[in-house]
């Protein structure tokens, strides 16, 4: 401005022309620096905007440009120095989480977008005996069966695979759950190998059936072979048969109550075995969206008389509007069986309730069949649902065990809450 006003007062004055270029020269040269000066603070500032933009946080600005700057460069500093910070904990915490992934014995596998996979743990890569591809499509090729099942698997589904890698069988658990991060859809898969805690409990269920089997054929066959025994006794004299002559009509009676006892017991064995084979046949599903009040109206005028035969009461509740997708034959059975089992527990009561009602849980459909009766000691309830096993006296035992296979192959389940004296609530749930 100095300089300009100069020029201004010697613009006209021809005697000191030499002192017009001079200042001329001095107003472009402080132009061009002033220039330089802005341009300078341009590229700082987009020096730092770029550092941070791709997390370069090694860049300086202990440039000299005098003081002027001097703030403006501690400033930048103190920004990149936090930014450094930030991203230091970050990458602190990511390893630390990837530490523990890689330390837990289920596999992990997450994928960006269906397609690029962005996490696969050690467990993961021990499971499956395969190094950590980059892609789907590359885990598709090394493993079609398993990546098939798992895109055929619903948002926060559970399934038992049964695999085979490199000639070993694997049962494995698996579980899918998808979800969206920053407008990214990410796919969490987790799994893990099960075979030898499936072994264990096979074999502890093979051991409870064995000798609950043991015990009814033991039951029918050992008076079968003493009724056969005594007579083959009747029916000899010193190891030779009688003669005809030689039977009394006390003899032949005899004979005739063991052959019928025998035949009795063979008929009971024949159904006992017959119960078994029901029990591990189930047929196909035939799925059906089932709307839940219009099932209960059925059962309750299917089941009324009977109940109230018993001096008891049914009461049905549902939601309006709720449909279930189910095999309602199969369901129906279920739901039979249950109401017959609590009306049963409420006989020896003065006023026997049974109340069956549909809901939702957590978003789940869910039926319960509801008793006043005298419920189950709680050391039984874990056995009540083992084949052949029954609390009551001439029950089979098949009951309760069909109804939970049947909730298994409906993707549900079968639960019992009881306490002795206060009744029983059985639950069945179905899938989301």
Do not use: C
Not at 220 to 241: A, D, Q, R
Not at 419 to 432: A, D, M, Q, R, V
């Amino acid at each position: 401005m100095l300089t300009l006003t100069a020029l201004a007062f010697i613009f006209a004055r021809t005697d000191l022309f030499f002192n017009q270029i001079i200042l001329l020269g001095v107003i472009i040269i402080q132009v061009s620096e002033l220039i330089r000066f802005i341009t300078y603070t341009n590229r700082e500032l987009a020096k730092l905007l770029l550092a941070i933009r791709y997390s370069d946080f090694s860049i300086s600005f202990k440039g000299k440009r005098g003081k002027s700057f001097q703030e403006l460069q501690d400033a930048f500093v103190e920004i990149i120095e936090a930014f450094k910070k930030v991203s230091v904990e970050k990458e602190a915490q990511f390893r630390f989480l990837q530490v523990i992934v890689d330390n837990i014995k289920v596999g992990v596998i997450a994928i960006k977008e269906d397609y690029e996979i962005e996490l696969m743990n050690q467990a993961s890569e021990k499971i499956l005996k395969i190094a950590t591809p980059n892609y789907w499509k590359q885990m598709q090729q090394l493993l079609p069966h398993f990546s098939a099942e798992l895109e055929e698997m619903g948002d926060n589904e559970k399934r038992l695979l049964e695999l085979n890698i490199k000639g070993e069988k694997l049962q494995v658990s698996a579980q899918v759950n998808r979800l969206k991060i920053l407008n990214y859809r990410y796919t969490i898969i987790t799994f893990q190998d099960i075979k030898s805690e499936i072994e264990q409990k096979e074999i502890e269920a093979w051991h409870k059936l064995i000798r609950i089997l043991t015990h009814e054929i033991m039951n029918s066959v050992t008076p079968v072979t003493s009724l056969s025994e005594t007579i083959l006794m009747m029916l000899e004299e010193e190891g030779k048969p009688k003669q005809k002559e030689d039977l009394t009509e006390e003899d032949l009676e005899d004979v005739r109550f063991s052959l019928q006892t025998i035949q009795k017991r063979s008929e009971g064995l024949l159904h006992f075995v017959d119960d078994y084979r029901r029990l591990t046949k189930i047929k196909t599903l035939e799925l059906e969206e089932v709307d839940s009040e219009d099932l209960l109206k059925s059962l309750e005028m299917l089941l009324k008389k009977e109940v109230e035969k018993s001096g008891a009461s049914i009461e049905i509740q549902s939601m309006k509007s709720m449909s279930i997708a189910m095999d309602r034959k199969l369901i129906e059975q279920v739901l039979i069986n249950l109401i017959t089992n609590a009306r049963h527990a409420v006989e020896s009561r003065n006023e026997g309730h049974i109340e069956v009602i549909a809901r939702t849980s957590e978003g789940q459909p869910v039926i319960e069949v509801n008793d006043n009766g005298t419920g189950i000691d709680e050391g039984k309830l874990e056995e009540i649902f083992i084949p052949f096993f029954s609390t009551k006296e001439h029950g089979s035992g098949i009951g309760l065990s069909l109804s939970k296979q049947i909730m298994k192959k409906h993707k549900g389940d079968l639960t019992v809450k009881s306490e002795l004296g206060k009744g029983s609530t059985f639950i069945l749930s179905f899938p989301k």
